[in-house]
């Protein structure tokens, strides 16, 4: 009999690479090469993966891959904000199988009511997809602080001013509403946005191979995450990494956190907008750039203004946690391609006399990285004892 622990581990190894051969996953996972042999085996028979020739990288003969099938075990991966929610389906493996989102009114941020988006949400979904998919997991990333701990632990939203939530346990009331729907304990775990794009950008994309990597994301907040050798640096209770918070000003606008001055009130979507002299509600950061780009000063000028913005303040960043690789997203991805210079140059004032040598670059998931990571979450928990539903066959259907 085999223990629990050589299945995750076999698991994940194989959700990380999709493909492996057998001498491979037993230097992934440190097990001897019967044990691989007959956790493979049992993984085929109960269809979770397949064996076959891979493709050969040189002469000789092509060795056997083990490989996950995408659509035996799943989970879906929710993006929660004010306005809209996104989700995708990620397979074992880590193919994306399905992608749903829904926009809504601001405003309706009843809990009760985000969850039961979430349920009806899970349930189109998975009308969409073959019946024989196993759901292991959901995992919502949340525009805001998760409390690490609780029961289960990370069901709780600690903090989330877009939604105007403390201490709430969306989590619970998520798991109790599909409880109802589908009669099926599908475990739910919640992250924090920026967090799980981070993570989401060091294991698929743009941080892989990164030792120490700041991820931040702009819209109409600034959301940060920084992740050391693969972990992501949460803080004492949760709130490491909340870059957008960082004092920038002390004479600047109040900032919705309660602060004055906050990072995010310069270099958030709205704030460039506004200084352009456009709309905020109704034009975006490419409005912007096109009237820069033909010759409107206040545009040109907002721009400069906001690259310089977000090098000073990468800047103490960069001097605090030492990145290999910063990752700017959402419209701090389109400053970068256009200012690319003007933030560098900013970053010249730091320790690091080899700052130039700091990757800076966009996500590599594109806007896809903050959905990415909540299905990773998800199946982090799943793969961590995955016998508990490697027996069984939970649908999210109902009966
Ligand atoms: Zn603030």
Not at 109 to 115: G, I, K, L
Not at 292 to 307: E, F, R, V, Y
Not at 321 to 350: M, Q, S
Request: aromatic share 4%; proline share 4%; hydrophobic share 40%.
């Amino acid at each position: 009999m085999i223990d629990g622990g050589g299945f995750s581990r076999i698991l994940r190894a194989l959700h990380a690479a999709g493909a492996l051969t057998r001498s491979d996953l037993g230097t992934a996972t440190g097990l001897n090469r019967s044990t691989v042999a007959t956790i493979v085996n049992e993984l085929v028979s109960v269809g979770l993966v397949e064996e076959g020739a891979g493709s050969s990288g040189g002469v000789g003969r092509p060795s056997l891959m083990v490989r996950a099938v995408p659509d035996s075990v799943a989970v879906i991966g929710w993006d929660i904000r004010a306005d809209s929610s996104t989700a995708i389906v990620e397979g074992l493996g880590g193919q994306i199988l399905h992608r749903w989102s829904k926009t809504h009114r601001r405003g309706s941020t009843d809990p009760y009511e985000v969850a039961a988006r979430v349920v009806a949400g899970s349930s189109e979904i998975a009308e969409e997809l073959p019946d024989h998919v196993m759901w292991v997991g959901i995992g919502c990333a949340m525009p805001g602080i998760i409390d690490p701990g609780g029961e289960p632990p990370r069901s709780t939203v600690h903090r989330a001013p877009t939604l105007g939530w403390v201490d709430t346990p969306f989590g619970v009331i998520v798991s109790a509403a599909l409880h109802e729907r589908f009669g099926s304990d599908v475990p739910v775990v919640l992250g924090n946005d920026a967090n799980l794009g981070a993570m989401a950008e060091w294991t698929r994309g743009a941080g892989k191979r990164s030792r120490v990597m700041v991820f931040v994301s702009g819209d109409v907040g600034i959301g940060g995450g920084v992740i050391v050798n693969g972990e992501t640096l949460t803080g004492a209770s949760g709130f490491a990494g909340e870059i957008g918070h960082i004092r920038f000003d002390p004479q600047g606008a109040a900032c919705r956190c309660g602060a004055r001055g906050c990072w995010e009130t310069v270099i958030g979507l709205t704030s460039i907008v506004s200084s352009a002299g456009l709309d905020p509600l109704t034009a975006g950061i490419n409005d912007v750039l096109e009237a820069a780009q033909s010759g409107d000063d206040a545009c040109q000028s907002a721009l400069t203004n906001a690259a310089r913005a977000v090098g000073q303040g990468l800047a103490p960043v960069v001097n605090m946690v030492n990145p290999d690789t910063i990752v700017l997203a959402g419209h701090l991805e389109v400053l970068l391609a256009h200012y690319r210079h003007t933030i560098i140059e900013e970053l010249r004032f730091t320790l690091s006399r080899e700052s130039t040598d700091i990757r800076l670059v966009g996500p590599s998931l594109g806007t896809d990285s903050i959905v990415v990571g909540a299905s990773e979450l998800a199946f982090d928990r799943a793969l961590e004892r995955p016998q508990r539903w490697l027996a069984s066959t939970e649908s999210l259907r109902s009966e």
